[in-house]
């Protein structure tokens, strides 16, 4: 097939491989590189990157939405877009332009979990479960028909980070097996029942309240990790936490009752890797080498 490829962050790069490896790729969309790094100079994207390394043609629009841009979209002559964290709302002229439409590899159990920040969102809840969705596009938010979903099981201490990949890794090849059977496959409706939106994390989430439940406060701590990543304030000083488990113990919250095991709201949560400012991930008891806890946060 002639493809369309729609994509900006890490998370999409194996799918732009894997679909490279079979299909032709006649263009390649991605979000415009922005200021990154201390001297703040222009970054591309992990998919330009990608891209540009496997010598196809990239384009970053601001937008989609004018004649001219809709008008270039369709004359890539594709038979199908695949989009997977594009970053843009595809306006419906681009939406209907491919031969078999534009699909969406979405990193949630759809209806559950549409929006910007699935995985984070789902280890944030406590789900047992997540998966990835070949979805239809459509004008709504992720409301498109699903052709093809496969779940997987979220294990007790695991991060965002590692999920991510887990789940970059199975869109690939649902992506790849969803193109090999599209003519048998049948759309099947989103369920009006369940739905949930994965709002965009917001920074002011991140500060750990430890009055709040040792399964909150872990959860929250794996499911921003590692970015934005969830912080405490120890002598002026944020420090993110990392890694976490639920721990035994009680105290008053935020009480330092054994190393890194700190009283929360209920129970205690044990910190299994920080990062202090302007330093490397380090195991907590690395950590607590050069940093003294106050008896309380």
């Not at 591309?44 to 970053?60: D, F, N, Y």
């Not at 920074?203 to 909150?216: C, G, L, M, N, Q």
């Not at 921003?224 to 000083?237: D, K, Q, Y």
């Amino acid at each position: 097939m002639k493809i369309i490829f729609m994509g900006t962050p890490d998370f999409s790069v194996p799918a732009l491989d894997a679909l490279h490896q079979i299909h032709e790729i006649v263009a390649v969309y991605c979000q415009p590189p922005r200021p990154a790094g201390r001297g703040k100079a222009d970054r591309p994207s992990p998919v330009q990157a990608r891209a540009q390394a496997l010598g196809l043609p990239v384009l970053h629009p601001v937008s989609l939405r004018s004649e001219t841009g809709a008008k270039a979209f369709a004359d890539h002559g594709a038979d199908v877009a695949v989009v997977v964290a594009y970053g843009l709302i595809l306006p419906k002229a681009v939406l209907d332009a491919p031969r078999l439409g534009c699909l969406n590899i979405h990193a949630s159990l759809l209806p559950r979990w549409r929006g910007a920040a699935p995985i984070h969102r789902a280890i944030m809840a406590g789900d047992v479960e997540t998966g990835v969705c070949i979805m239809q596009m459509e004008s709504g938010l992720d409301t498109g028909p699903v052709l093809l979903r496969e779940s997987l099981v979220i294990a007790p201490e695991e991060t965002t980070a590692v999920l991510h990949d887990r789940l970059s890794a199975l869109g690939a090849r649902l992506i790849i097996t969803a193109l090999t059977r599209l003519p048998d496959l049948m759309p099947e409706p989103q369920s009006a029942e369940g739905v949930t939106y994965a709002a965009k994390i917001d920074k002011a989430e991140a500060r750990v309240d430890f009055t709040r439940p040792a399964a909150f406060v872990d959860r929250l701590i794996r499911g921003l990790s590692p970015f934005p990543g969830a912080w405490i304030e120890v002598g002026g000083e944020r420090v993110k936490l990392l890694r976490s488990r639920l721990a035994s113990g009680h105290g008053l919250p935020g009480q330092a009752l054994n190393g890194f095991v700190l009283a929360c709201g209920e129970g205690a949560v044990e910190v299994i890797e920080a990062q202090r400012e302007g330093k490397r991930p380090m195991p907590a008891a690395e950590v607590l080498r050069g940093l003294v806890l106050p008896d309380r946060l």
